[in-house]
């Protein structure tokens, strides 16, 4: 039966969303920083994640149910106009340099396993980050039914790849199972949270979200699978390769890709999980530049933030290509990312904490 | 823009007849002759001979117009039901003398009351007679139309081996039928507006008022309404004014010449619309599903439909891709290759003095161009084609040196493909879109194809038709009877359509749905 | 489950429109302008411009109304039997005034007595018109049905070179006819049913009564009073219903398009199914010689049809078994090829890059989407598939070392040879099953290959349709005309009906027969 | 003329289901059991055999049509119900010990002959019983009619097989003509009467058969035409590879369709027989299963009997896997054929006994 569309978003396209922001971390450097913190037991730190996350994500619950609308809205009624404008300019500041440092991180990638001819990488850049503006021009709708039709190919691919790999793993690499120490683990968990916290900044489009439910459903599943994928990547990648040697190979994806085998009819299949990762990466920008300039437009108090996207971009783009190399990214990525990890988990504690004075106040 | 303007004001200004709209509703004179020479007047008689009338007096002496237009009319009607009870009648000269004869004379089943010029204009042109009654400030208008027509036929476009095969032909009323012998509901509203402003055409508006939503009727009938153009002759014209992106590549409606195809789309919500003198049926909103499905996929068993189904996805696939790939496995990434095949390649390709790129389109235009040529040919001409196809694109060009041997099949492969797409339009955006991967694959290999592929999905994911998604109900997804890449059993098919409804009152609370 | 629960309940509390089937079963008032405002109303009016209505007054001053769908009903009948009679009738005020309307007055074959809105609304959308008369609580319903439809043309499916060459139309009542002009029999039976909760149509039901077993016929209603479907539009969708096994590959029912072909079913104790909409009759049960067998073999002599038979018997083993054979002897049993054969072979798969089950399946896969391009293509491109298909299974796939030369004849007589299975079903059968083979050989050789086809024969042998065996009356055995793989002269094919009758008294002790 | 199926098997059927249970012997190492006590003259034993089995058959036949009911209920009804299971439980044992011993047998077959690769011999084993499981699933009826479907074939197959090796025969290899000894080969005819004692246990089936007549046409002439094809391979065998080298060849059937040539098309065609046969030996073990899961219920009380079908070929799979070879299971095998060979011919006698003594009772 066909019907008119209501221009918002249901639960399984927000949960395709989530998923292109977080899951397609296991491709780029990210499990280099959890194996240098986690070493063989890097698979527990997103699993240790999760757990820190769930405090926050409840309340969050609570307050996008009771306020019915976005966590922007919601920190500006709790906090006031200044610092609601202050609390949404860190997130923007966050999601954004996350944008810029990835999307020279990626344009690293594809140069340095594919294209090995560095002049490239401006213009690999500028394609992604071009492609990521047309998508997340067309609206979050055209993001989420973009991402609900591609993400099933991403999960195959990589249950693919997990397969055609199996002969390559080693399950004793992953012993010792503490790994450097269940007290670093567990640290290295709780730091490295903010790698699942765009679950809480994807908090800020449930007003687009058909119902409550449908985003709650959603948040949930896309953080599981998100964390999921990650500690079966980090795992796969120490039993394939060694955690020795997994700390000096820069990409393991991509290096993993390179090993997958479908019987003798090809060589190697790297090229296809190419086009496919690329895809994603796309979609994965999309969505954060979405919410970047969405961010911006609340900051700055214009409400046209579409028109936000263009810029916000374009200076992505010069601001990622500052570091000579993408070595020079990854302290820059660790700083921001313990520091986001703290503002994430505290936001929610805090804006319940606002929204319980409140309430007490008001008796 | 200019132009436009100046039509529209020089056309108020100008001193010309009046359109069928702007005939002056002026009623009825209660003088017969007045009213007879006012009709002539309008239909530029004696200049036009199309305008035909007949003058007689009933048995009481009560003098009657019979007027019709040629062509237009079916005279054996008129004569047999109108003139010849005329003659007959009886009627005193009562008050209420034109419902006397409706009521009383006439002898055909439809009749309706007149009382002004423009409707009289309208209607003779629709081939309706009109009948003045001396002393009266009404007419008749009877049914009388009798266009020609064909008979009803096999569909040439969408061919099935099994199932239904008559075809929609050119007249409305017999394209009604054909759709109510499919659909018989009483709920099947078929509603009337008139497109063209200075010809006016009927435009008929069918849809199933339990299943459809009521806004999607809305934005169909708003859409008809802004149109402003002088004259529609066809339902591809109508097609293209409401349209909402006329450049874009992706069709907002479909056009099918099946009545069960339509049938089929009214039970699930669409709404349909016919137009004299055009043999098909255009359908409102499209998706994605309806370009891809072909009426015979649910007129075969499950598994056969289905196995239909996959090769037709594999088909879509490669005519899509198909060059592309090519294109960036042998520019980009020769190690997906088999060594064995890479190095027959090379060998094969060692000869061929252009690049790949080059021989490519070399290759593509000229399947188009051979494509082209077999629509356009006189049909007797048909087995030339055949020759000189096989020569281009067979061992004459690549013993020529002209092209790979690899790339005949590549090209081979990729046209038949594309022939395997049931739509027309789907068919021939495939074919453009083909060019755009080729061109993607060309500067960046398979990142290029990645990053196209991406963007189109993303344009034609945010599309809506008439405000249905275009990949509606699989994204977004809806609660819908999945037949989507495959179809499920009919059993599992159904859906009530009740629970579908967005007006019905349980379901109308936005925030009330699972949403998922 | 819970998802079709959920939409039952609530769609149950939708408020909506009444389906045909839920109009309330109110009686008509005596009141004319009541009765006429609530058939109004039940057909949308003014929205819908479908139900016409022609009011008018007999001559003893009876006001009468006639009601009638456009589209559906045959206007110049209306006119002419109920219109111009009415008009000219004299009836006196008296009781019992539909009666004498119905029994003096309409000069049309079919009237029937109709007294609720229910009734009244089925008419209409059938296409009949309904008289009601001021003040009688009863109104009639007249036979004008009118939809347009096709004329009787030749079959497209089942082409036969001798024999009769017309087919079924999309007109349940032609069809009808078309059988019966073949049954000259008092004794055929052709009962109706009505599908479709929400808008429902006719189905007939025919058999021949002294032949058909009883339990048969009660089985094919048992399963059609089961449906429980919205709207059911063509007699495919009911076959699919109709269906014990709707994932099988194997069908319980056949669809043929000659009449000629349905009366020797009907006369063989099968019952056929006829639905408007559909150029078709539904054959039930279906045994595998029904689908073997093609309507020529029997109007060809007794040898040539029988040759005909045996080369098709080939062709059906050559598409089924063909590619795994190949399979299996190339990578299990090359002992069984001549040495020399299996040194070119060898030879000319040395340059082909990919393994033989791979270059199998290449080949297959492209093959289907050829024919599924044969079919979707518009006409005149049709000369565009030979030359593409030529390119790849021919020469120029050879060339690019693709495939090795074997391969693409093996394919091309597995092609060839399932375009010679007559019937569509058995045909998309043969080429699904293929792939089966495929595997089992591709892993086991011909082990494989044995297995799975005991496995297969003993699932298609224990299948029944409407419970009658699918290899009847070979296995299990029974009296029969034993018109199987060939065909007996037709003196001996004669089998008296009465010795199979299970109801007859004589034959009916199950242990009293011979059983063999 | 089309009629609805009342759920019987007729005698054609039942004819199919006797032939694939006991004419399938000519291809296993059945030969060989005769050959080594018949020597020449083996081919007399399947007649001896014949001879006596004629007074148990006939024996069975009377009280199957005095009391209309199968072999089973008629013990039930003769001895009660403990004697009753305990032969049930006999029968099982037998049937079910040729099932398991064959279905290895059968396996390593293939593998001596055509995929010399063991290790693929539980996978033989798994997919034939598999397709029988498969097969007896689908019901007697779906096993008698597919049977009947490709009994025909066999046949046709078997005569081409005798056809296309008469090249290769020497009469004179027959003599001498009493081979062992008179004595000798007697006793060997009563001691393997039991090869043919599938006519009596498929006494079981009777009540499922049409009509009686029906069944006694069908056991007759499956009795006869699978002794008499017995006869017939046994004296090929002996021609072909004369009596000395047939005593030192495992499998004679599939040593013949070696030398089975189609004049010079192919070189050999033994993978066509193969197909056949192992088509027919599906087919057998489809029978045997269904037979033993049938005895199985009657034995424990179970009615819906299909139940065990799954379980018992499981069994049968495993226990005869137990052996390290097919030549270990040679010598059980013979211990099996002499002692049922006593009982099968004892039983209907005995049965009829009771019979008698309890009709002269009433009196």
Redesign the interface.
Known sequence: ??????G??????FFAILYVMMAIRVTDSTPNLLHESGLTASWMIPLISGVALIGPVLLLFRLVKKYETGLIEITFELTGPFFGRLIAFLIFLSVFSSLSLNSRNYADI?ITM??PESSVLWI?AV??LG?AL??AH??L??????A???VPLFIVTSVCLVFSTTNEMNYLFLFPIAGSGVTEVAKGGIGYSSLYADVIIAGVLASQ??????YR?ASVWGLWVSIGKMAIFLAVYVMVFDFHAVRNIAFPYHHLTRMSMV??????????Y??????GA??HF?AYLYISAFLLGKVIGYKPFKQLLFPVAGTAVVLGMVPENYLEGGPLRMALLYSSSGMFLLLPVVLWGLDRMRKREKK | MGDFLKRLFEGAGGDQQASANDVPKDPFSTNLDDNGKRLEELFLFPLNDALKFRELTTQSGQRVKVLFVTGAADTDKISDYVIKPLLNSETEGKQGLTDEIMNHVLTISGTEKISDFQAAVLKLINGNTVILIDGEKEGIAVETAGFESRQVAEPTREIVIKGPKNAFVESNDINHSLIRRQVKDHRLVSETAMVGVESPQKISILYLDHIVDRELVKKVKDEIDQIDKAAILTLSELEELLEERPYSLIPSTLSTERPDRAASFLNEGHVVLLMDNSPDALIAPVTFWALFHTAEDQFLRWAYGNFARIIRTIALFLALLMPAIYVAVVTFHPELIPTDLLLAIAASRERVPFPTLLELLLMEITFEILREAGIRVPAPLGSTIGIVGALILGQAAVQANLVSPLLVVVIAITGLASFAIPDIGLSVMTRIIRFIFIAAAFFMGFVGIALAATAMLAYAASLKSFGVPFFAPLSPHMPSSRDLFLRPILKKQWLRPLSMRPRDAIRAKPKGRSGS
Do not use: H, P
């Open positions: 039966m066909i019907k008119v569309s209501d918002e978003i249901g639960s399984r396209e594809v594919y294209y690999l394609l992604i492609a047309y998508i067309r609206g709708e055209a993001i989420g039914r973009t609900l039709l591609v979200v058909r119902t409550f439910n449908a459903k019987g003798t009819i090809a060589n190697r299949m790297e090229a296809v190419l086009a496919f990762w690329y895809a796309a979609l999309a």
